[in-house]
């Protein structure tokens, strides 16, 4: 989508299987499952969208799927599937390695930064070696120390090596001319959404905060988030922003429909949109 002087794209990483009873909380089962069919594990599949975007000197990734770096049994737990990566697939847009200037986490989780790094041939290596990684100090700080209930949900080797590249905020800013980070907690305490504005037009990337448009009312909220009325609050506070200002809401792990319009905050219903 071309909006100004600035292009978005959403580009995936493939797939991948979660509990959904973990993915949608205290929402009932008969209700979830009619928007995501669950597995004979009770698995539901999840997409892993980055959003792009564009400007005339900068090329900025929010967040980066799985990465190349699980063993088979990880592979097997989360059933990735891929016809293709998001390296092969930005390289088919034309977007190189080499040609990025900025990466963005909402959050540090190992689904979000999964090609932070790059395994080539047993080295960790930086993915964008040009790139700022751009997060929240509580979310580094996430990274760098977990405890025993939060540890599983990261991967260290994403990070390895990148201390010289990574740029820790905190709190809302600026990072981009028109593209603010908002803090907003919730998932994790560090958790932050991308708003990118140009002209009478905002992209949203929510990442975790709305995970799917079948999370989209505030009460569908996540097993996995650490403060979970917080996520409330905050959902209910940007949605209304987003039905006012009629934003353009990303979904990250939505794999058939990642962007959409909040048409009625009343019933919290959705138009499709096609970034």
Request: aromatic share 10%.
């Amino acid at each position: 989508m071309k909006v100004g002087e600035s292009e978005y794209l959403i580009v995936n990483d493939g797939t991948f299987k979660l509990d959904g009873g973990a993915m949608f909380g205290v929402v009932p089962k008969p209700v979830w499952q009619k928007y995501f069919p669950p597995d004979d594990q009770n698995r539901i599949t999840l997409g892993t969208n980055t959003l792009v975007i564009k400007t005339k000197k900068r090329i900025a990734l929010v967040d980066l799927g799985m990465g190349d770096k699980f063993d088979s049994k990880l592979l097997s737990i989360y059933d990735i599937k891929r016809q293709k990566n998001l390296i092969e697939n930005l390289e088919g847009l034309g977007i190189s390695r080499d040609d990025v200037t900025d990466v963005i986490f909402t959050h540090g989780h190992l689904d979000h930064t999964g090609w932070a790094t790059i395994n080539d041939k047993g080295e960790i290596k930086a993915t964008f070696p040009n790139a700022k990684y751009i997060l929240q100090d509580d979310t580094l700080d996430e990274i760098r120390n977990p405890n025993e209930k939060t540890k599983p949900n990261y991967n260290y080797l994403n990070f390895k090596g990148l201390d010289s590249q990574i740029i820790a905020i905190n709190g809302d800013e600026e990072i981009i001319p028109g593209v603010e980070l908002v803090k907003t907690g919730g998932h994790t305490k560090g958790h932050q959404i991308v708003i990118s504005r140009d002209g009478n037009n905002s992209i949203v990337y929510f990442g975790d905060l709305i995970p799917t448009s079948a999370h989209i009312k505030p009460a569908y909220i996540m097993a996995y988030d650490l403060y979970p009325m917080e996520t409330f609050s905050r959902k209910k506070e940007l949605l209304e922003r987003a039905f006012e200002e009629k934003w353009i809401i990303v979904f990250e792990h939505d794999p058939n429909s990642p962007s959409a319009i909040l048409k009625d905050i009343e019933k919290y219903s959705l138009s499709p949109f096609s970034l």
